[in-house]
């Protein structure tokens, strides 16, 4: 073998290599975004952040010189996309109904007429599991509402405020996912439209088709409905802390350290404690909301409201399986202005 034709055998592994490391090298480097996503949610508990510094760094490694420019320009373009856009206005629609509930009282009243059904332990798990079935808008909504009006009923028959957070938390979400009329649905439906999985307009229809496959909300449910029946047995820390919580000592969840021992504090059937979230900014507004609401409300200016969503929603879309949420809401908010305005609940520039 020559001179030439050994460099030349050297070179080709050598060159396909090279290419090959061309090759990985946008692909590696397309994993520092979702990284720096990911440790920065961890780190600063603020997911919204996390993800805008994501798509800076995104930006920074395609186009170091012009990543400023590039971000106003993708910025106006998504605000420009009519996905967005739909997704944008039911999201608006559905927050000011979740305002309205919550400031005339509607939603207390609903919390307060669960709480009256309670008259033992089991019952008092399992109205908290029903409520959580019913406010199925908005889980935000759901476990502010359940939670507020079933802790001090809870506390009363001796269950745990852990297993009282395990039972409000799981029923929220999971519910608001297998629920079509909900700002989960109404989300997840956006993202199948925005990416052509389903044609526009037809995102909520397909997502409606995808929630018998969604296993993991419907077993949620099972396994809430079963825990609050007493018919599936405590385990780990829950039976630890139904335990503590049936002689009298109730385990702190928030001081409570593992590598310690459990942390007991008094604990008054009145007592408040504070509702913990990773997105604070949220939930701070929804409890100012409650603080501010009309505490004489009605269970009716509750259920009406709700009842002319789903039916609104039903009503104006092209078929039972093709709902339209958009239309739906926004005749819902109309007919619970004018519910609202009849009964002088609210002026007008409140309503405003």
């Known amino acids: 073998m020559s001179a030439d034709a050994s460099l030349e055998s050297l070179a080709e592994p050598i060159a396909a290599a090279a290419e090959a490391a061309a090759l990985a090298a946008p692909s590696a480097l397309s994993l520092i975004p979702p990284i720096v996503v990911l440790v920065f949610a961890v780190w600063l508990k603020r997911p919204i952040l996390a993800l805008v510094l994501g798509a800076v760094v995104g930006l920074l ?91 001090r009923v809870t506390d009363k028959f001796k269950v745990s405020r852990q297993k009282l957070a395990y039972i409000v938390d799981s029923t929220a979400a999971p519910i608001c996912v297998l629920v079509p009329i909900s700002t989960w649905a109404v989300f997840f439906g956006g993202l199948l439209e925005d990416n052509d999985i389903a044609e526009k307009g037809k995102g909520v229809a397909v997502y409606i088709e995808a929630i018998p496959y969604m296993l993991y909300p419907i077993l949620a449910v099972i396994v809430v409905m079963l825990v609050a029946l007493k018919l599936m047995p405590d385990i780990g820390p829950m039976k630890k802390a139904e335990l503590a919580m049936q002689q009298g000592k109730p385990i702190d969840c928030e001081l409570a350290d593992s590598s310690s021992q459990p942390v007991r504090l008094q604990h008054h059937a009145a007592e408040e404690m504070p509702y913990h979230t990773s997105d604070e900014y949220a939930v701070n507004s929804i409890e100012e909301e409650f603080e501010s609401s009309n505490k004489q409300g009605k269970v009716h200016n509750f259920m009406v409201p709700m009842l002319s969503l789903i039916v609104f929603t039903v009503l104006l879309g092209d078929s ?24 002088k609940l609210m002026s007008l520039s409140e309503m405003m």
């Open 61 to 151: 490694l395609l186009s170091p010189t012009e990543s400023l420019s590039n971000f106003s320009d993708i910025a106006v373009d998504v605000m420009q996309d009519e996905t967005i856009g739909w997704l944008i206005l039911v999201c608006a629609g559905f927050g000011a109904l979740i305002g309205l509930l919550i400031h005339t009282g509607g939603a207390v009243a609903f919390g307060r007429f669960g709480a009256q059904k309670a008259r033992g332990q089991r019952s008092s798990m399992f109205m908290t599991f029903i409520m959580g079935c019913i406010i199925f808008v908005d889980d935000y909504l759901n476990a502010l509402s359940v939670g507020e009006a079933m802790k």
């Open 320 to 343: 039972l399986s093709e709902p339209d949420v958009l239309k739906g809401v926004i005749a819902a908010l109309v007919f619970s202005l004018i519910y609202y305005g009849v009964q």
